[in-house]
Structures are given as structure tokens and as C-alpha cells.
């Protein structure tokens, strides 16, 4: 123990979604589904998968290290220059990448205390302090955080939608809370289910980069179906994101996974298959929530948060007897809530089959 950093051994570590595999082997199942970890239901891209096949005789060699065409793609893509991008292992590693570049030793973070967990796990592992706003009905209080943000404050971190919440926040209030913020803080806006928005005023960040302190984060986890490749990207103003260059570790982004974003990025056709699917499960969702009589937030990703009306964890097991992996949300303090990825129809109906045979007991 005496080793180990004290900020180390105080961390509680980030819990991940429970494996398919690991269900089958621990319940003796044959058919689990997983709609804990808010991945594609549809798989990737075909044409990744293709672009994968056709580069995987290349994998003795380092990858690109600057990502250099697929930089170019997302420039072309988002009508901006490479310059803008900086790409990494998933967004866990640019949320790292961030801090360790703009957060001195006696700097502060700022989030809220329902928002994706890494935000504040990361900084910890950097020893760096959290200050943390509560929620206002699900949704991030902007307001309360601008409150927080003090001298010391150098980085903001917003999820916009929030996970697990599913809601987001309007144009208006974005717009607001950057009005006045001293111009010695970086607001990080975490995108990473945009691609399932169905309102009108949420603010896009990559309008603001260019007048803002502001970082914008994305990833191909979500509705590209390529979590298993981990890749995501920040788009900020140039001299912030080459200073993040200088923080990156070479050759984070794998060859594979650049080559499949190339192919994803023109799937234009999979992406909306992927948004068409989410939206209708999502309503087949609230329409069963509605008729058992249960409380939800109306979510704007692809995942909705569930109040169960008992212990979560409770109902989580008990769902995967039934061979169906949800994500309980007692690390986020919500203990009568499970949060459900939207999936395919035959997924959604066996869910919600399960939670009700779970619930009549």
C-alpha cells in the first residue's frame, strides 16, 4: 500500500458493462442480449467491416501515427481544417489528454454529479480536485455550475446529451453559461450521442470552437458501431488542440480503426438505418414503460433511464438469469434506477418480457 499513490488507493474504479460471454458461462445461457453499454444493436458499418478485412495484412507495421486521412476526412466532413482534430483511444483518452494538458497540479475541474463517471475518475488519477453541481430534473444545472467555477477552474465538463440521464441541454442555456466565463476556462462538451438527437435546440459545439474556449468531444463508439476499436476525436480551435498533440501518446489510434472510420464515415446509409431503429425503439420503450406503470426520463440518446421502483441492483440480477444485461446505476447513486440501451426489436420486446415477469414477482 505504501507504494501506491494515495490518490490511487482512495480511487473507486470505473465498472464496466457486464460481457455477453461472461453471462452465458456464469447463468449456463445460450441467448443473452447486452443493453447495458449503449452500444450499436446493428453491429458496424459493412463497409468498415470491409476496410478492416482489406487492411489487417498491414497490422506488422505502426499505424499512422497523425491519423493523417482521416483527419482530413473529418475536415472535409465538419467544413474545417485537420488542424482542428486531435484523435484518441475512445474519448476516456482525450477526456486525459485534456487534463493533463491544460490542468496544473493546484487547478480544478468542473462537472456535475450524475455525468459520465471517467470525467471525475480520470482527474483523480491525475490528482487533480472535482468540484461538482448537482442536477436540476435530470439535467445538467448550469446555472449551479457556473457557481462552482472559481479562480482555479480551468476545465468545464458538460455532456451534451448526459449519460446516464439522457437529457440535454438547449442552445439558450449553453449560450448563457459561456457568456461572461473567463477566458482562463476550456468548456469540454462531450458529444458522443449526438447522432440521436431529435429536438431542435441543441446547441452543435462545433459552431462555437471558433470564439469559444471550447472542446468539442466525438466518438465512433456509439452509432458507428465500433466501440471494440475504440476511437473518438476532439475538435477545438488549432493552437488548443496542438497542444493537446504534444500530451498525446504516438500511435494511439490503431491502424484498423482509422481504416474503419474512413469506411464508416461514408456510410451514410448506416447511420441513418442505426438513427431510424433508435428513435422507433425508443417510443416501443416509453409506450411498455407507460403501460407497467413505470417512471422514465425522456431521453434524447439511445439509452433511457428507468426507474424500477426497487433496488436495482436487485432487478439487474434478476435479469440476467433472464439472459438480459441492463446497467444498474447504483455507482452513479441513483439506486432505484437501471439504465437500458435501445436495441433492435427482438431485443426490446425480450427485455421488456423479462422486466415484467422480474416486476409482477
Known amino acids: 500500500m505504501a507504494l501506491v499513490r494515495k490518490n490511487i488507493r482512495e480511487l473507486a ?58 483527419k482530413k476526412k473529418l475536415a472535409t466532413f465538419y467544413k474545417l481544417d485537420p488542424g482542428n482534430f486531435v484523435l484518441g483511444n475512445g474519448s476516456d483518452e482525450l477526456i486525459d489528454i485534456a487534463i493533463k494538458t491544460f490542468v496544473s497540479e493546484n487547478e480544478n475541474i468542473v462537472t456535475s454529479n450524475k455525468t459520465f463517471l471517467e470525467y471525475e475518475i480520470i482527474a483523480k488519477v491525475n490528482n487533480r480536485k472535482v468540484i461538482k453541481a448537482g442536477l436540476k430534473g435530470f439535467k445538467f444545472d448550469l446555472v449551479a455550475m457556473k457557481k462552482k467555477i472559481n479562480a482555479k477552474t480551468k476545465l468545464v465538463f458538460i455532456a451534451n446529451p448526459n449519460n446516464p440521464t439522457g437529457t440535454y441541454v438547449s442552445r439558450k ?53 465500433l466501440s471494440g476499436l475504440r476511437l473518438g476525436y476532439a475538435i477545438s480551435d488549432k493552437k488548443l488542440a496542438a497542444f493537446m498533440e504534444k500530451t498525446r501518446q504516438p500511435f494511439n489510434v490503431n491502424l484498423l480503426a482509422q481504416a474503419a472510420a474512413l469506411a464508416a464515415l461514408e456510410d451514410r446509409a448506416f447511420l441513418k438505418k442505426t438513427r431510424d431503429i433508435t428513435l422507433s425503439g425508443k417510443q416501443f420503450l416509453y409506450k411498455a414503460f407507460e403501460e407497467m406503470g413505470l417512471s422514465f426520463v425522456p431521453s434524447v440518446a439511445n439509452f433511457v433511464l428507468l426507474d424500477v421502483g426497487k433496488d436495482c441492483l436487485e432487478v439487474f440480477k434478476d435479469l440476467l438469469k433472464q439472459g438480459v444485461i441492463v446497467r444498474d446505476m447504483k455507482q452513479y447513486g441513483l439506486n432505484n434506477f437501471v439504465r437500458v440501451t435501445i436495441g433492435t426489436p427482438q431485443e426490446n420486446i425480450k427485455f421488456v418480457k423479462a422486466l415484467k415477469k422480474i416486476l409482477a414477482r
Open 13 to 70: 474504479p470505473y465498472i464496466a458493462g457486464k460481457p455477453i460471454e461472461e453471462t452465458k458461462r456464469e447463468f449456463g445461457l445460450k441467448d443473452v442480449i447486452k443493453l447495458a453499454s449503449n452500444e450499436n444493436p446493428l453491429g458496424p458499418s459493412p463497409k468498415a467491416v470491409a476496410a478492416i478485412k482489406n487492411a489487417v495484412c498491414g497490422i506488422n507495421r505502426y499505424p499512422d501515427s497523425n491519423s493523417f486521412y482521416l
Open 173 to 225: 442555456e449553453l449560450e448563457k453559461f459561456l457568456k461572461g466565463l473567463s477566458r482562463n476556462v476550456i468548456v469540454v462538451l462531450d458529444e458522443a450521442y449526438d447522432t440521436f438527437i431529435d429536438v431542435l435546440d441543441y446547441p452543435k459545439g462545433v459552431k462555437y470552437i471558433k470564439k469559444e474556449n471550447l472542446i468539442v468531444l466525438k466518438t465512433f463508439s456509439k452509432a458507428y458501431g
